[in-house]
């Protein structure tokens, strides 16, 4: 007789596991569920590793159920001060550790006590990153002058625009473009604070491909709608 693993499990839908994971979170009264918590449930229909293996692990298991999830390896403190910045945008104020959770935050309060011994502690360690980008965007005089573009004209006769920045805006940079607008849209002055769900952009007053750099005073802050409507405007020229 030929000897065969036996397979279980591999008919079973992805959402039948995720909602499985979600019962049983909900059962717990633990958004961020550990798998061996979730292994001891006897309300549990699967295992831990069977939802980990499809998933490709079992925090983004939990991450598609929209759980928090409670423990990270080997995160940066770069990222962790990123995510900090975008529970702000989102919020439009500074975050507490409570709104450290999904859908508003990918890493919930734990990474963060992990890295930073507290959740003040991180705070300060963010303000001290966005102070220092301000000093550098102050003393860099090439900042300044940087909106000054170099151009060739190749032989289509279409000016070709050597610039002196890159197109993508740091984090940093973003946040203090951001708090100098007051985090509101500079066209029509919606924010996350007095229009729950306005999403933020960072656009660029003079367009890249224009010649614009990305520099201080050549970005401004628009809401997604704003934004776009800005660019069909720049199609049409």
Same mark, same amino acid.
């Given at each position: ?138 003393? #860099?005089?090439? *900042?300044?002058? &940087?909106?000054?573009?170099?151009? $060739?004209? %190749?032989?289509?006769? +279409?000016?070709?625009?050597? =610039? ?16 100098? #607008?007051?985090? *509101?849209?500079? &066209?029509?002055?919606?924010?996350? $604070?007095? %229009?729950?769900?306005? +999403?933020?952009?960072?656009? =660029? ?33």
């Amino acid at each position: 007789m030929k000897f065969e693993l036996k397979l279980r499990n591999l008919n079973v839908p992805d959402e039948d596991l995720l909602n499985d994971l979600k019962k049983v979170a909900l059962e717990l009264g633990n958004e961020n569920l550990t798998s061996r918590e979730y292994d001891n449930s006897k309300k549990r229909k699967y295992s831990a590793g069977t939802i980990g293996e499809r998933f490709g692990g079992w925090n983004k298991a939990l991450e598609l159920a929209g759980l928090t999830v409670k423990y990270h390896q080997n995160i940066s403190t770069d990222a962790l001060l990123e995510n900090i910045e975008q529970v702000w945008l989102k919020l439009g104020r500074q975050p507490g550790k409570r709104d450290m959770k999904l859908p508003l935050s990918k890493y919930s309060e734990s990474p963060y006590r992990a890295n930073f011994k507290t959740w003040q502690k991180a705070l300060e360690q963010f303000v001290e990153s966005i102070n220092l980008e301000e000093e550098i965007e102050q003393s #860099d005089e090439t *900042k300044s002058e &940087a909106v000054e573009t170099e151009n $060739t004209v %190749n032989s289509k006769s +279409e000016i070709v625009f050597r =610039h002196k920045t890159k197109r993508d805006i740091n984090w940093r940079l973003r946040f203090l473009v951001m708090r100098r #607008d007051n985090f *509101k849209c500079n &066209a029509c002055g919606k924010s996350p $604070t007095n %229009n729950p769900g306005t +999403e933020l952009h960072i656009d =660029h007053i003079l367009a890249w491909d224009k010649g614009g750099e990305t520099v201080y005073e050549n970005l401004q802050t628009l809401c997604s709608v704003c934004n776009i409507g800005k660019s069909n405007l720049d199609f049409k020229e």
